[in-house]
């Protein structure tokens, strides 16, 4: 009997996953495709698609810079608790 292929074995693990989205086996993974496709299409029949797009562009781009700053203050203050001094040095 041969081996299955690679492609037949992701094939029914795409399969297998979609079953357990639609028969709520999984109840978290489930309801965050739920809620998330619900609110696409409420979002596409308020807005027009260019609006939407749009949007999730700009809410992506948000979310990037905001984690792009937050590392950066970490690192600052990282290095700055290294240096000679500071603020452990105040509280002795």
Not at 13 to 41: E, K, N, Q, T
Not at 47 to 62: G, M, R
Not at 67 to 87: L, N, T
Request: charged share 20%; net charge positive; glycine share 4%.
């Amino acid at each position: 009997m041969p081996s299955p292929s690679l492609e037949a074995l992701k094939a029914r693990l795409d399969v297998d996953l979609m079953h357990d989205l639609i028969f709520w086996r999984d109840v978290r993974r489930s309801g965050l495709v739920f809620a998330s496709s619900l609110l696409l299409l409420l979002s596409l029949a308020a807005f027009s698609v260019v609006s939407v797009v749009a949007y999730l562009v700009l809410a992506l781009l948000s979310v990037t810079i905001s984690f792009r700053v937050y590392k950066s203050v970490i690192q600052a203050v990282q290095k700055s608790e290294e240096g000679e001094g500071g603020w452990h040095t105040l509280q002795r």
